[in-house]
């Protein structure tokens, strides 16, 4: 069942969570120990996305007039409850999904792309803004979006895949993005890496130290975080503020959220809104795949966003930015670390979180297709495959519970997956501890006081 959304329902500002927790959000610091003021962050990224990321008083944001007229070309999106799969199921739980597929590239990721290309143009001489892909969603959306505001976009796409998922590759080079398999001969991060391993799979974090690196090269270049960062969960929280009021719209608050994570911004995006509320008492759920899981089995501590440690050093659940995940299928999830925000929600125990095998979330994700019309991204079959045990426990405990899910993305770019799903050639890929145990290790010292 569809429930519609008033088309005047765009939100007119994104919501900030950081003023409503009762407990603090680490600074980012510099290599050198001090926490880092707007001035250090310029040279990466756009000045107003600095302010975002560093805001810790206002609430609310505004959306800028440019951002609200390109967002209402798909939203706000559908909210739907799943019915048949709840049939299916034979549970008492009412599912509910927020659809961010239809988007231009068909994932929840255009929403910060679009505010963050926007940014990128109020800066003087910015002529292009440069990030790392793992699936080619969310290269594919900031393609889109500096094409939209008249820059060029260069991407640096995780090796694995670059060759797997090529439909992701093709639609950033037809958007006339400049595409380079990571990791490549272009940055000494990228050519080290392949002295040692001339076959490596590549990461995200070893994508994103050759796009810092090219950023930093360039004064005409701005860089472009796809997740992690507040300013991209702030930009996310269109995705809950739409959700809130459809749900309100039809007399239902969640129980219990549900949402995919590899860097955290879509389930922080559907999520934090509800906490606004007041809505502690619902439960909110991260879920990760079980050849990754940087919350469950991360150390909380400072480190890098990226192999080289360019980036900012960034207080989060991580298994060490040298660790290189298997590579499973859902690309997105292949990360070291987490949000700081969700880090920090799930240090307070605001936040739970389950991990899933591949095989699992790819045969919830039958299901829901079966059930519901539509295949849903890799990442979200993670979701899903937690959606049903949660109903399937409803069912047992006979509870009438409301859960929300994030349906991030639709798997158009990705139907291969599926294929080779169904033809028996995609194996569960175990956590390699001792890679983590060994990176984790290599954490930097940080120096305080
Ligand atoms: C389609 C899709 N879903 C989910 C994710 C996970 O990211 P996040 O945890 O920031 O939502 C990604 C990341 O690349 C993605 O491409």
Redo the contacts with the bound molecule.
């Keep these: 069942m569809r429930i519609a959304p008033k088309t005047d329902n765009i939100p007119k500002r994104w919501y900030n969570i950081i003023p409503d927790l009762d407990f603090n959000i680490p600074p980012m610091m510099s290599s050198s120990g001090y926490a880092l003021s707007h001035h250090d962050l310029e040279y990466l990224a756009p000045y107003f996305i600095i302010d975002q990321e560093l805001e810790r008083d206002k609430r609310e944001l505004p959306i800028p007039k440019e951002v609200s007229e390109f967002y209402s070309r798909w939203r706000p999106t559908p909210l739907y409850r799943a019915e048949r799969l709840e049939k299916n199921l034979e549970t008492p739980a009412r599912i509910f999904y927020k659809d961010e597929g239809g988007s231009p590239s068909g994932?929840?990721?255009m929403n910060t792309a679009v505010a963050q290309a926007y940014y990128a143009v109020q800066d003087e001489g910015v002529e292009c803004m440069v990030t790392a892909?793992?699936?080619g969603?969310?290269g594919a959306s900031l393609a889109i979006a500096c094409n939209y505001f008249g820059i060029r976009c260069k991407v640096y796409m995780v090796r694995s895949s670059y060759e797997q998922k090529v439909y992701g590759r093709y639609v950033m080079e037809i958007l006339g993005a400049e595409v380079v398999p990571s990791p490549s001969e272009k940055t000494f991060t990228g050519k080290k890496i392949l002295a040692q391993d001339p076959n490596s799979p590549g990461s995200l974090s070893i994508a994103l130290s050759e796009a810092f690196q090219e950023a930093n090269s360039r004064d005409d270049t701005k860089f472009s975080w796809?997740?992690?960062m507040n300013h991209?969960l702030l930009h996310?929280t269109v995705i809950g503020l739409e959700a809130r009021s459809q749900m309100h719209g039809v007399g239902v608050d969640p129980d219990l959220i549900i949402?995919?994570?590899?860097?955290?911004?879509?389930?922080g995006?559907l999520a934090f809104p509800f906490y606004q509320e007041g809505g502690r008492g619902t439960r909110i759920m991260a879920i990760e795949t079980a050849a990754c899981p940087s919350l469950s089995k991360g150390r909380y501590a400072y480190d890098y966003g990226d192999t080289e440690g360019l980036s900012p050093m960034l207080k989060m659940y991580t298994l060490g930015r040298s660790f290189v995940p298997p590579d499973i299928r859902?690309?997105?999830?292949r990360y070291h670390g987490?949000?700081p925000l969700v880090s920090a929600l799930y240090r307070e125990k605001q936040i739970e979180v389950k991990t899933y095998m591949q095989r699992k979330a790819f045969e919830a994700a039958i299901t829901f297709a079966r059930t519901e019309g539509l295949i849903p991204?890799?990442?979200?079959s993670y979701a899903v495959a937690a959606v049903v045990d949660e109903a399937l426990a409803c069912k047992q405990s006979k509870e009438k519970k409301n859960i929300l899910f994030l349906l991030?993305?639709n798997s158009n770019l990705d139907l291969s997956t599926f294929k080779d799903f169904a033809q028996g050639a995609i194996k569960d890929q175990p956590f390699p501890e001792k890679n983590a145990q060994a990176a984790l290790e290599q954490l930097p010292e940080v120096k305080t006081g």
């Design positions: 994932s929840h990721e892909t793992g699936n969603e969310w796809g997740t992690v991209v996310q949402g995919a994570v590899s860097g955290g911004s879509g389930l995006g859902a690309g997105g999830m987490i949000s991204s890799p990442e979200t991030d993305g």
